[in-house]
């Protein structure tokens, strides 16, 4: 089965832009749709941005699309988050997500996750 580990995480300035990576090892992302989902003190965990297997499709969040971009590395195993133009709204713990099917925005579709990386923005 595959682990994957977050990094990149820290504190920004509202406007700021942060990349989050998540490391995977046991097995090729390739054969994983890959997603980031993110949960702030007192909410729900909210599905960020996924990838498909194929790395042909993305998909995002309405509250994130034009800011924040997906992408994967498969020779480094790896899963990035671009954010960009960041809010206050966006501070979170950000995890990485992994299921094998189709690429999905539901979190309780994924049954691999990091530990998470924290993302403070400051307004």
């Avoid at 042909?56 to 990035?80: C, E, H, L, M, Q």
Wanted: hydrophobic share 35%; proline share 2%.
């Amino acid at each position: 089965q595959v682990q994957l580990v977050e990094s990149g995480g820290g504190l920004v300035q509202a406007g700021g832009s942060l990349r989050l990576s998540c490391a995977a090892s046991g097995r090729t992302i390739s054969r994983y749709a890959m997603g980031w989902v993110r949960q702030a003190p007192g909410k729900e965990r909210e599905f960020v941005a996924a990838i498909t297997s194929s790395g042909g499709s993305t998909g995002y969040t309405d509250s994130v699309k034009g800011r924040f971009t997906i992408a994967r590395d498969i020779a480094k195993n790896t899963v990035y988050l671009q954010m960009n133009s960041l809010k206050p709204g966006d501070t979170a713990l950000y995890y990485c997500a992994a299921r094998q099917g189709i690429a999905t925005l539901t979190v309780t579709d994924y049954g691999y996750w990091g530990q998470g990386t924290q993302v403070t923005v400051s307004s």
